[in-house]
Each structure stands twice: as structure tokens, then as C-alpha cells.
């Protein structure tokens, strides 16, 4: 995976700076484990947050990216 792809995969830490408001790593993961985000801490100590999973969060999500909910086929079950 090359720099710019992993910039793109993950917020950047000013995005993560954005989004919660403050600066100081630890004022972020508060502020993240408050609201129930799911984020993983890198070797730095530092909040890592998937770009999609951001977007989600914050409704931002296309439709598309959705997965298909699956129905049964009931006129198959029924002999039809």
C-alpha cells in the first residue's frame, strides 16, 4: 500500500483534529470513545479512523456502498 492510498484509507490526523474538535491525542480518543466511534490506536498512541467508516458515521455514506439486504424467495419454497 503506498503513502498517498493509505492517506486516502485513513483520516488524516488534521481530519481527526477536525472532526473531534481538539488537538491533544488523548482530548480525541475521549471524544471518540464518548460518541461510541470505532477507531484503532497506532504504535504513536494515536486514534486511526477508516475514511468510509468517518463517512458513515457521519451520513455521508453512499446508498451503493450499502450491502444488499438478501430476501428469500418464498414462490420458490412454495412449489410455484
Excluded at 493509505?6 to 481530519?15: G, K, M, R
Excluded at 491525542?25 to 479512523?49: C, K, M, Y
Aim: proline fraction near 5%; aromatic fraction near 10%.
Amino acid at each position: 500500500m503506498t503513502a498517498a492510498s493509505v492517506s486516502h484509507f485513513f483520516l488524516l490526523p488534521d481530519e481527526v483534529a477536525t472532526l473531534t474538535g481538539y488537538k491533544a491525542t488523548q482530548r480525541q480518543i475521549d471524544w471518540l470513545r464518548s460518541r461510541g466511534w470505532r477507531f484503532e490506536l497506532n504504535a504513536n498512541h494515536r486514534p486511526v479512523i477508516a475514511r468510509r467508516y468517518a463517512e458513515k458515521m457521519l451520513g455521508c455514506g453512499s446508498d451503493d456502498e450499502q450491502p444488499r439486504m438478501l430476501r428469500p424467495n418464498f414462490t420458490a419454497l412454495r412449489g410455484a
